[in-house]
């Protein structure tokens, strides 16, 4: 069965400092994953987007690592500010299809 | 560029009620899709269009939800009856073609069904 787990399922950080947020997936095979921010009350937005060769990926302070081998992916927030707080949901999709999986997001909570 | 636009933005409704929401894609945007957002959750696809034709309705429950979209732009996801368990936050998202991966999501419409 096609899955996509992430963890921490929440986490609270004190602002400037930088956190791991971890996604896990079992959808083979594999074409994209890409993690998406939900700010609360609003809609997913794209952060990053990788294929499968690509292991690494920036978007200003968040860096999205992808290892297709042990299908784990990583995103990486540098000195965190306040409007970061928000749900980071993994998605994966897989190479047939237009499905994509979603995991149940980390919550971030950045505190002052 | 205007984002996709939903509404109502919130909803509270008795169960056995009907309720619809209404979604306005990206302009240009062919590819329209419905989700459902459990609490703690992420999405869960209930329906794909592509331009006016429904292409995935798989995890749409046909007993009570229907969805249209007519002329292929505007779209419109109804419920009738409501049951408690539909209490949720329904997502609107398009994106520009068939297999452009890009989704671009709605705010949402939160459902409470009471």
């Known amino acids: 069965k096609n899955q996509v787990e992430q963890s921490p399922q929440s986490l609270i950080i004190l602002e400037g400092k930088n956190c791991t947020l971890q996604?896990?997936?079992?959808?083979?095979?594999?074409?994209?994953l890409r993690w998406y921010k939900q700010d609360t009350g609003r809609g997913p937005v794209s952060l990053t987007i990788m294929t499968f060769s690509e292991n690494t990926k920036s978007n200003g302070r968040y860096t999205a690592t992808l290892d297709a081998d042990t299908k784990q992916s990583s995103l990486h927030i540098t000195a965190s500010q306040l409007s970061d707080s928000a749900s980071y949901i993994c998605?994966?999709?897989?190479?047939?299809?237009?499905?994509?999986?979603f995991g149940a997001g980390t919550i971030l909570r950045v505190k002052s | 560029e205007a984002g996709v636009v939903q509404s109502p933005r919130y909803k509270i409704i008795e169960k056995k009620q009907p309720v619809a929401f209404w979604c306005n894609p990206i302009s240009g945007h062919n590819t329209l899709y419905w989700y459902r957002q459990n609490l703690g959750q992420g999405p869960e696809l209930l329906i794909r269009?592509?331009?006016?034709?429904?292409?995935?309705d798989s995890q749409l429950p046909k007993d009570r939800f229907s969805a249209e979209r007519l002329k292929g732009v505007d779209s419109t996801l109804k419920i009738q009856p409501a049951e408690l368990g539909d209490s949720a936050v329904y997502l609107c998202?398009?994106?520009?073609?068939?297999?452009?991966?890009?989704?671009?999501f709605g705010p949402g419409t939160r459902l409470l069904v009471l």
């Open positions: 269009y592509e331009n006016e034709e429904a292409v995935d």
């Open positions: 996604c896990n997936y079992t959808v083979s095979p594999f074409s994209n």
């Open positions: 998202a398009s994106s520009p073609g068939t297999f452009q991966e890009t989704q671009y």
């Open positions: 998605v994966v999709r897989g190479e047939y299809g237009n499905k994509l999986v």
